[in-house]
């Protein structure tokens, strides 16, 4: 199998994390925080040590103020809902995915409002546009790293330039930047940085992260265990362990532990160079192609590891159908839980077909589907003339 949708997730995982799941889980794991013997002491040193990898991959100072969640649709709704408060206004994008829109959806109807700032056709953000939006009442710029349709990077120092000289929180989604481009809290002036352990950091899938600068009150998604000041009833509002109510998950966090450092090892200007030669090989290869249209930036420099498709007369789910039976190629076809970004760059009717190296994919492999889908769109353009009965030297004039 070609697995083409490290977008959605990454695979394969490094050994490194296969192995620290696997020895997790029978050689060791009690529940950390909970006890004071060796074994829970030496789970939660694996936690920690976690914690301390994902903090200097994004020059994070306290590693204290990372929460581990299970994906980063729960860091977000932790962020967006433990900091927004009635009246509160909030810009956004018009590329983000429904992990940031259903969340500020539902807080609209608790009296938070929200400015989506629209980009243009190659999903590209233009700050000003942002600065526009500032109103006496905005809190928050809450915003993706990069396009999960597009790949297209979106401009976070700038952003983050911006939300400091106004006094508003940076929130950014970092579900397909981090592991793939530099996110630096610090330079990019990020306050609170969401983050999935399953695609770009190479853990397992069930792990996410959330940092929460300093200064900033932040009120828990969940209330419970947190094996500190049990014989109170409210809730520790202390980090980490007063937002990880309940047993966390061990065995993953200290795997994505590895996958952290197996990202810090390799460093992320060499896997952003890898998989700017891979999207520029897959893209300038399908550039050329009859009967494909290809969405966002042309320049892979300005995107992730993305090229969206469709191929013309066909169903986007149709087309990811026969990649996957006829060719063994794993992609993503439709919506991409993004709708708005959809229709940003005008594929809000049909979807389209989004094709994700990752940092194991080969030149094989993306030579392998260029060729796949080459045969497709000639197929389908045979197809369709034997329908309208037009001669083949016709077609095209
Ligand atoms: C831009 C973006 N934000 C948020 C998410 C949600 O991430 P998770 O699946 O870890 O909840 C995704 C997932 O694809 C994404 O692409």
Redesign the pocket.
Known sequence: MIYLDN??TSFPKPPEVTEAIVTAVTDYCANPGRAGHAMAARTAEGVFRARDSIAELFSIEDPARIVFTK???ES?NLALKGLLRPGDHVITTSME?N?VIRPLHQLSCKGVSYTMVGCDMQGRLHVDEMKKAIRPETRMIVM?AAS?VTGTKMPLEEAGRVALRHGLIFLV?G??GAGHMEIDVKKQHIDVLAV?G?KGLLGPQGT?ALYVRKGLKLRPLMEGGTGTRSREREQPMEFPEGYEAGTVNSPGIIALGEGARVVQRMGISAIEEYERHLTERLGKALAGVDGVSIYGPEDAGEKTAVVAINIDGMDCEEVADILDRRYGIAVRAGFH?SGCAHDTIGTGDIGCVRICPGIYTTENEIDAAVAAIKEISSQAMEQSRCQTGAPEDNVGS
């Open positions: 977008g959605a994906n980063c649709t977000l995915h992990s993706t999960n989604d579900a397909q999935p399953h996410g839980c």
